[in-house]
């Protein structure tokens, strides 16, 4: 039987034999054709057995997350997945910019050679692969608390930070009140205190969504939003290792619909859509996400949840469970920004490449919108402002939890 460890082992083997086979390219340019040829042709055969080992582990996990049906209730597997799945889209993305930026190095398409891209991309799939490695391997059925994908948060270009292992503490915040007042206002603030930190991870990966649009035609940005879940479309078919990158590109768009569904994102296309159009329209980010969120309903939905018998017991559990709650939402949408940060370094590299140019603002758009509409739809599942995702018990089912029953 396959084990969750053997396929992320595999695929990492995998990752890892492009960034050798990359840098083999690198160290091949101006020097003899032969060699370069080689080291070519070495690199999209390392492509194509990441791309298979990828196909093999997405298989798996989107196994795991399209039940085919409404789920009945939070699933910490399925979190542990999500989270996981959004890790692999910033690696593939990571590997994509790699193959679009060695062939950008070696001229195809008719572009002008500029290495500089490519050791950028080296390194920071390079840092991506060595944290990846640890955090994949631990077990689905294992504890995973906040701080397992910290090495996804380094933006592109940056230096490899070695990111420690969060500590078994950290599972579960102990909250212990030496009274039932004490319980209750801790409780209380720490609602309030969850919602703000809710708020304020998604209205990173929002800005940074809406500040990379802002260089993109607004009628690219319209039709990505209209398609929101649908696929871009034929990408274009530029030299070897462009083509190899576009085509990782493809299955970059398939993991972020997959990650939370085509017809999910179809439900909340609209939703998306008046997130994007109230922020140009001048509204203030938090108000537009607290709106997409229903921050306000849940704040109400919590009021009261004191009065009615609770424990102290209770509550302390509740206060932990949110406290844990928001970081792990805080963690998700940090490598959410990294992914926007990473895409935003392919569109560039891939702009330089005349065959690809051309397409370049539409795939980045979509892109782009995509992380929205999975950072919306994500933030909706952890204030439980929608039932179509249930992969966290949210904000208001802890609520919920810490009432007297």
């Known amino acids: 039987m396959t084990t969750y460890a053997t396929l992320t082992g595999n695929y990492l083997r995998e990752t890892e034999s492009v960034l050798a086979a990359a840098s083999a ?30 196909s093999q582990y997405r298989a798996f996990m989107f196994s795991a997350l399209e039940t085919g049906a409404e789920p009945e209730a939070p699933d910490p597997q399925r979190a542990r997945l999500t989270d996981d799945t959004l890790a692999t889209v910033l690696l593939d993305m990571k590997v994509a910019n790699v193959l ?66 969060p500590a078994e503490s950290d599972a579960a915040p102990s909250v212990t009140s030496p009274d039932l007042e004490t319980a209750t206002v801790a409780f209380t603030a720490q609602v309030g205190a969850s919602l ?14 809406v500040d990379a649009l802002a260089k993109i035609d607004p009628q690219h940005i319209m039709t990505a939003l209209s398609r929101l879940g649908m696929q871009v479309g034929e990408l274009p078919k530029v030299g070897r290792l462009v083509r190899k990158g576009l085509e990782k590109i493809g299955e ?6 997959r ?41 109400d939905y919590a009021t009261g949840a004191t009065g009615t018998g609770a ?25 959410g920004e990294s992914v926007v940060t990473t895409i935003t370094f392919g569109a560039t590299v891939a ?42 018990s949210g904000v208001r089912a802890v609520v919920d939890g810490a009432r007297s029953t």
Do not use: C
């Open 25 to 54: 390219v690198k160290h091949s340019l101006g020097g003899d054709a032969i060699e370069l040829e080689m080291a070519i042709a070495g690199l999209e055969q390392a492509a194509a057995g990441q791309a298979s080992e990828g």
């Open 100 to 165: 679009l930026a060695a062939g950008q190095s070696t001229g195809e398409g008719g572009a002008q050679a500029a290495p500089g891209y490519l050791d950028s991309a080296l390194a920071d799939l390079n840092q991506v692969v060595e944290g990846a490695r640890p955090a994949f391997a631990q077990p689905l059925d294992a504890t995973t608390p906040p701080g397992r994908l910290s090495f996804a948060m380094t933006p592109v270009g940056a230096e490899a930070a070695e990111a420690p292992m």
């Open 196 to 209: 703000d930190q809710i708020v304020a991870a998604a209205r990173g990966v929002v800005t940074a969504v």
């Open 252 to 257: 970059v768009i398939d993991s972020l619909i």
């Open 259 to 299: 990650l939370v569904g085509s017809e999910i994102l179809a439900k909340a296309r609209d939703q998306v859509k008046q997130v994007w159009t109230d922020i140009q329209e001048g509204k203030y980010v938090d108000e537009v996400i607290g709106w997409a969120l229903r921050v306000d309903e849940t704040r």
């Open 311 to 335: 424990t102290r017991e209770r509550l302390d559990a509740a206060t932990g469970s949110l406290k844990q709650l928001s970081a792990r939402f805080e963690e998700s949408m940090k490598v």
């Open 351 to 392: 702009a330089l490449i005349p065959g690809a140019a051309a397409q370049t603002a539409l795939v980045a758009a979509t892109l782009y919108t995509l992380v929205l509409g999975v950072a919306v739809l994500t933030g909706m599942d952890y204030t439980d402002a929608t039932p179509l995702l249930k992969r966290v």
